[in-house]
């Protein structure tokens, strides 16, 4: 059996008065692509927050079986857990190649020329582009470069939020193939997705989060069968 990298167990989560997230429990096992479905406002980017450091938490969050509100932000990527946001964080004046550094800044081994050369092969339009500057590349572009950035972190547990969210077609589809280089790659991700359709493509297992719960589980092909993820869900972006 895989090893679970990511567990949570009634996680909640509170802005004030409002909840943000209600017993949430949920885990991601080595090597595996688990995706979390649901609407704008269900909570996902909350849970994905808690996880990386970024909020506060009732309940337990672990990676590699430690409790990640006793680690730092910082600390948890050294340990290679690596957060790509749906905001991208860019820095806006830096050129493609500048940004990618910044995801290997606090790396000191002896891969980081092969993690540019990765990232560089996989998207070749940053290869193209490696002295312009990141706020002058379309939104595409730019979601080329979080991504690529991330990987520059040498990511264990890779976590994608809304990757898809407001890209062309065509776009999508070069982000597609970037994931499906990664799993094949045996990178573990967390993909966070309001594109039902396009999470349902790569992961293997599913939830579904709805008002800071989750709803529903199960495999993808379990997901795809049932009938209110079909109804509610699949197509809609």
Not at 102 to 117: E, K, P, T, V
Not at 166 to 172: D, E, K, Y
């Amino acid at each position: 059996m895989s090893e679970t990298m990511l567990q949570l167990d009634d996680v909640n989560v509170s802005y004030g008065k409002t909840q943000a997230l209600r017993g949430v429990s949920l885990n991601v096992d080595q090597g595996e692509i688990v995706g979390v479905i649901g609407p704008n406002g269900a909570g996902k980017t909350t849970m994905l927050d808690s996880i990386a450091g970024y909020k506060d938490y009732g309940g337990s969050i672990t990676y590699n079986g430690t409790e990640t509100a006793t680690v730092s932000s910082g600390k948890l990527v050294n340990n290679g857990l690596v957060y790509c946001t749906e905001d991208r964080d860019l820095f806006p004046y830096f050129s493609v190649h500048e940004n990618l550094q910044m995801g290997a800044q606090f790396r000191n081994d002896d891969g980081i020329q092969d993690s540019f050369d990765f990232v560089y092969d996989l998207f070749p339009r940053l290869d193209e582009r490696r002295k312009q500057e990141a706020q002058t590349m379309s939104g595409g572009e730019q979601q080329m470069l979080a991504l690529g950035r991330a990987l520059m972190s040498d990511p264990d547990l890779l976590m994608l939020d809304e990757p898809t969210l407001g890209l062309a077609p065509v776009i999508i589809d070069d982000i597609s193939e970037a994931i499906k280089r990664l799993q094949d790659e045996g990178l573990t991700i967390l993909l966070v997705e309001q594109n039902s359709t396009f999470a349902l493509r790569h992961a293997e297992r599913l939830y579904l989060l709805e008002q800071g719960s989750v709803e529903l589980s199960g495999s993808a092909e379990e997901m795809r069968d049932n009938d209110y993820i079909r109804d509610a869900y699949v197509g809609v972006t």
